[in-house]
T-cell receptor, first 110, second 116 residues
Framework: QKEVEQDPGPLSVPEGAIVSLNCTYS??????FMWYRQYSRKGPELLMY????GNKEDGRFTAQVDKSSKYISLFIRDSQPSDSATYLC??????????FGAGTQVVVTP | EAQVTQNPRYLITVTGKKLTVTCSQN?????MSWYRQDPGLGLRQIYY???????DKGDVPEGYKVSRKEKRNFPLILESPSPNQTSLYFC???????????????FGPGTRLTVL
């Protein structure tokens, strides 16, 4: 069983809607949680980086971490067609092991 | 420009022919890592290195070797490639200093490998 589970989608939403993405993890050693965005034929790029439980906002993006239930979320407000991409959650244990979810493909339709 | 470079970007080879994919970063990062990305499986860590001469296995190390003789370089070696190693490979690097944002992993552009 994978240590980080993520629904692969695809998730299709109309422009302007809120995109809701989530992952669950099983390894209590994970301390850092990240969301990456990956466009087709490109390497992943970091969107959000969190350490503790709670919410973190950056523009239209909000990341949530609930360590008690091992659940992480990413919300994208006022979604745009340019947000169409694959979003990957990642968990890091600070000893070097980084685990990615399978990635969720998001399609924002005009 | 701060970046991670990989070469080659595309490679088609045959079973059993040794190959090396190079990775280099110019950000003085301690941490470097290799991943493979396959449809439906996401990114899986092959090997990682916390510093020079220190390497550790990730989730899928079988069939791969790495070395970290210099801080900036982290080559991935396939001694005897097989078709199941056909994949998209990414190299990444990051600082390991504690602190906000310091641990962001910077990814290279990817190497698409096909083993016939």
């Amino acid at each position: 069983q994978k240590e980080v589970e993520q629904d692969p989608g695809p998730l299709s939403v109309p422009e302007g809607a809120i995109v809701s993405l989530n992952c669950t993890y099983s390894n209590s050693a994970f301390q850092y949680f990240m969301w990456y965005r990956q466009y087709s034929r490109k390497g992943p790029e970091l969107l959000m980086y969190t350490y503790s439980s709670g919410n973190k906002e950056d523009g239209r993006f909000t990341a949530q971490v609930d360590k008690s239930s091992k659940y992480i979320s990413l919300f994208i407000r006022d979604s745009q067609p340019s947000d169409s991409a694959t979003y990957l959650c990642a968990c890091w244990d600070s000893w070097g092991k980084l685990q990615f979810g399978a990635g969720t493909q998001v399609v924002v339709t005009p | 420009e701060a970046q991670v470079t990989q070469n080659p970007r595309y490679l088609i080879t045959v079973t059993g022919k040794k190959l090396t994919v190079t990775c280099s970063q110019n950000m003085n990062h301690e941490y470097m890592s290799w991943y493979r990305q396959d449809p439906g499986l996401g990114l899986r860590q092959i090997y990682y290195s916390m510093n020079v001469e220190v390497t550790d296995k990730g989730d899928v190390p079988e069939g791969y070797k790495v070395s970290r003789k210099e801080k900036r370089n982290f080559p991935l070696i396939l001694e005897s490639p097989s078709p199941n190693q056909t994949s998209l490979y990414f190299c990444a690097s990051s600082s390991i200093r504690q602190g906000k944002g310091n641990n962001e992993q910077f990814f290279g552009p990817g190497t698409r490998l096909t083993v016939l």
